[in-house]
């Protein structure tokens, strides 16, 4: 959006961004739309007209971090009423009737399919909130050309929404059916982000593989985008096991800027609680999967998402899970205490696992990854690899940073290597987070 100094007279707005990168991408696209309305960015709230929380609510957590903001922005309004606050995204879809008694003073509460509405949804805000959380089957926001960041790399929504209703998980709800972006409108967006210097495009979708426009599925999908010249790498992220088709790993095996890199969740290493998740897999089907891809894409990183505690989950089910994230030996994880959600189909069967428990759990599933993160980066030692460059390391000292093709962070001493370049560097040491390199 534009810079508010430049254009003293008109709205300013000040969105926060909550949760997932597709909240992230969503708030491109939100600021998009904002910005043809004659919106500019304000430097915070205190010199906003409008404020935005783009929110979540996939777990209890997210949810009450943005309750807690809400209470410190009740304070603002009573001492400027006339700023407009809207809440936005996940949460305004799932609990608009709770956070609307919790939060009277709010303005606006935009679900994610609303966000073309904006504009005249602030402007009609007045003594009632203006709300609206429809969900519609066709919106893609395809025609906007979100506010990307600068950067050497970009997020870009391939899919939207989800149709797999996972016991455990609210996004079908709050962000509805499946629905994937024309391929015509992605190329079109992924040159215009070559064009102004973008290296390497990650696709988003809740689960990604499954875009399918009419005769192009995902594999096609990777492929047409590696004919985009100035795009030197792409990544994609979540994809779901169960649609992981052999389209897709040969397109990742054959087609050079399809990185190495894998985020493939499996939730939990029980059969019986995968079930209870109503995952659409087993574990051996889960192995099974990760064997061919390893076998056609050699070095693949592999990462994963853990819920621990969830109901029913008993001592030998966690035991299968640490059992199998170690056979696996993921690069990384994200690991989550289970917490149930209203509106999803396991709110009814309860939570029989106490909070102590999942922390003991998690606890020791996180203390297990870290072994593992440290021990597969210390496999990297000795070998070559070439880095995207981004920039300075966040530790300074003249020392650069990038990421690896496995999406591992590299440093290594080197000065004014502009951001964007490939540099080919050497592992000297490894921590679980990041490989100590220099240039080769
Ligand atoms: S695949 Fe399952 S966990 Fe992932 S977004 Fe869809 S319902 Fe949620």
Redesign the pocket.
Known sequence: MNDHAANPARPRVYLETYGCQMNVADSQTVSAVLRRAGYVTANGVEDADVVLLNTCA?REHAEEKVLHRLRELARLKNSRPEVKIGLLGCMAQHNRVAIMEKAAFLDVVAGPDSYRRLPEMIGSAGFDASIDVRLDRAETYADITPEYGGGVRAYVTAMRG?????A?????YV?GRERSIPPSDLMREIGELAARGVKEVVLLG??VNAYRFGDVDFGALLRMIASIDGIDRIRFT?P?PSDMSESIIEAMATEPKVQPQLHL?L?SGSDRILAA???GYTVAEYLDLVARVRAAIPGIALST?IIVGFHGENESDFEATTALMRSVGYDSAFMFKYSVREHTRAFRLGDSVSEEEKGRRLTALIALQEEMSLARNHEMIGREFPVLVEGPARRGGGMMSGKTPQFKTAIFAASGIPAGNTVRVRVDSATGHSLMCSIS
Not at 168 to 172: A, D, Y
């Open positions: 996939i989800c149709d797999k209703f996972c455990f998980c609210v996004v079908p962000r809740q689960t979540s779901h969740p939730q998740m109503e995952r998402d």
